[in-house]
């Protein structure tokens, strides 16, 4: 595994103008770091969840005139696609890591799993870190804190999943650039691992597994 950490040329590309310059510094700079993470990762997803993950490292295929304002490897149990499965997703925006657990608005069963958090409410309130986070689309870099949450306000967001067609829930955990480099290649891989083991119960939940 020859993972390098991520430094501010990294976070950078998001700064570079027109598509083509964009995607061409993505492609060199970053998508490798991305694989090697996949590869890394995939193991320790596939034992934490009991399913095998696939490996699915952005390609923003279908775009044509406006560059990518972030990007990603996913984990999922399909080897062609995961954003009709709940799945596990680390990435970046220009500002900061993401580290997710999402179901998004591809998933055919989001009203089934909207049933099933909303019916663990409790317990997720509870088990999930105050300085974790929500968010309702995957589009956008904007949050909310656990700790700022009302449990009433996080079953809306579940509700919302069961009876909205757009709707999303991701959560999980961001790290700022800044910490993000000072933490280093061994210190960012420690942190995902600690995310990852919060957020896979809410897989579990999605998926009805035991």
Same mark, same amino acid.
């Given at each position: 595994?020859?993972?390098?950490?991520?430094?501010n040329?990294? &976070?950078?590309?998001f700064?570079?103008?027109?598509?083509? $310059?964009? *995607?061409?510094?993505l492609?060199?700079?970053?998508r490798?770091?991305?694989?090697?993470?996949g590869?890394? &990762? !995939?193991?320790?997803? !596939?034992?934490?969840?009991g399913d095998? =993950?696939?490996?699915?490292?952005?390609?923003?295929?279908?775009?044509?005139?406006n560059?990518?304002?972030?990007?990603?490897?996913?984990?999922?149990?399909?080897?062609?696609?995961?954003?009709?499965?709940?799945? +596990?997703q680390?990435?970046?925006?220009?500002?900061?890591? +993401?580290?997710?657990f999402?179901?998004?608005?591809?998933?055919?069963?989001?009203?089934?799993?909207? #049933?099933r958090? $909303?019916k663990?409410?409790?317990?997720?309130?509870?088990?999930? /870190?105050?300085? +974790?986070?929500? !968010?309702?689309?995957? =589009?956008?870099?904007d949050i909310?804190?656990? @700790?700022?949450?009302s449990k009433?306000?996080?079953?809306?967001?579940?509700?919302?999943?069961?009876?909205?067609?757009?709707? #999303?829930?991701?959560? @999980?955990?961001?790290v700022?650039?800044?910490?993000?480099?000072?933490?280093?290649?061994?210190?960012?891989l420690?942190?995902?691992?600690?995310? +990852?083991?919060?957020?896979? /119960?809410?897989?579990?939940?999605?998926?009805? *597994?035991?």
């Amino acid at each position: 595994m020859n993972f390098t950490g991520f430094n501010n040329e990294d &976070f950078d590309v998001f700064l570079i103008d027109g598509l083509d $310059a964009r *995607m061409d510094a993505l492609k060199e700079t970053i998508r490798p770091k991305l694989e090697s993470l996949g590869q890394y &990762f !995939s193991p320790t997803l !596939s034992a934490l969840t009991g399913d095998e =993950m696939f490996v699915h490292v952005a390609k923003h295929a279908r775009r044509t005139i406006n560059p990518p304002k972030d990007t990603w490897v996913a984990f999922a149990t399909n080897p062609r696609g995961y954003k009709m499965l709940p799945h +596990f997703q680390i990435g970046l925006w220009n500002t900061h890591l +993401f580290i997710w657990f999402a179901v998004i608005y591809e998933a055919p069963q989001k009203q089934e799993i909207g #049933e099933r958090l $909303a019916k663990k409410l409790n317990k997720i309130y509870k088990e999930i /870190p105050k300085d +974790f986070v929500w !968010s309702v689309d995957h =589009m956008k870099p904007d949050i909310i804190k656990h @700790g700022q949450l009302s449990k009433n306000e996080l079953l809306s967001c579940f509700e919302r999943l069961q009876h909205v067609k757009k709707a #999303e829930i991701l959560c @999980g955990y961001v790290v700022n650039r800044d910490e993000v480099i000072q933490l280093g290649p061994e210190g960012l891989l420690q942190q995902i691992d600690k995310v +990852f083991n919060k957020v896979a /119960p809410l897989y579990k939940l999605a998926q009805n *597994m035991k």
